[in-house]
């Protein structure tokens, strides 16, 4: 396997940890974007998929290259996608689902977390360690291959121990 494989193996792996994370947090869905579809007469809205960021903050890279390929083999083309009522920019937003990239985001994609968000992080789970940039960063570093092995395994315990957190704090609710 080349270092460029492995590397996106590598991004894929944390990319299924941030994906476990998120719905462990389950926070946009129910908090957010069901608030904006009652507000908007109970028709879809975008959310905060307001641009083509599938591409938008993507380098030039060989690895970036490669996510994109593996990318539409899967999903196909953006310009594949053609909603009857869109209301996105981004093509691979499906108005009635959201994202059709269940793997192979772009690293902004998959970090964002509005301000809301951590805040709610904060609040409810004494979680203060999410920064959406840094988040980004160590994203686009584990593809570029920028990221150390330490580090990288650092990155991946601090996701699985957010994780752990929410769930104690879920469990401790019940
Ligand atoms: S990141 Fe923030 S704005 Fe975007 S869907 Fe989640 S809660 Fe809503
Ligand atoms: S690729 Fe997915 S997450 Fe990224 S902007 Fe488009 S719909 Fe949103």
Not at 6 to 12: I, K, N, P, S, W
Not at 138 to 147: C, N, P, Q, R
Request: charged content about 25%; some cysteine.
């Amino acid at each position: 396997m080349s270092d460029i494989q492995t590397h996106l193996r590598r991004y894929l792996e944390t990319e299924s940890l941030l994906n476990i994370f998120f719905s462990t947090f389950d926070y946009c869905g129910p908090e957010c974007i069901q608030a904006a579809i009652t507000a908007n007469d109970n028709k879809p809205v975008a959310g905060c998929c307001r641009a083509e960021y599938h591409k938008l903050f993507d380098l030039e890279h060989p690895a970036f290259e490669l996510l994109r390929l593996e990318r539409e083999k899967l999903f196909g083309k953006p310009q594949d996608h053609a909603w009857s009522n869109p209301v996105s920019p981004c093509e691979y937003h499906n108005p009635e689902n959201g994202c059709v990239l269940t793997t192979h985001k772009s690293p902004v994609c998959i970090a964002f977390l509005c301000r809301k968000g951590i805040y709610r992080l904060r609040e409810h789970y004494q979680i203060f360690t999410y920064d959406y940039l840094g988040m980004y960063y160590a994203m686009e570093w584990i593809l570029t291959g920028d990221l150390s092995d330490h580090q990288y395994r650092e990155f991946k315990d601090s996701i699985l121990d957010m994780t752990q957190r929410i769930r104690n704090v879920s469990t401790c609710k019940q």
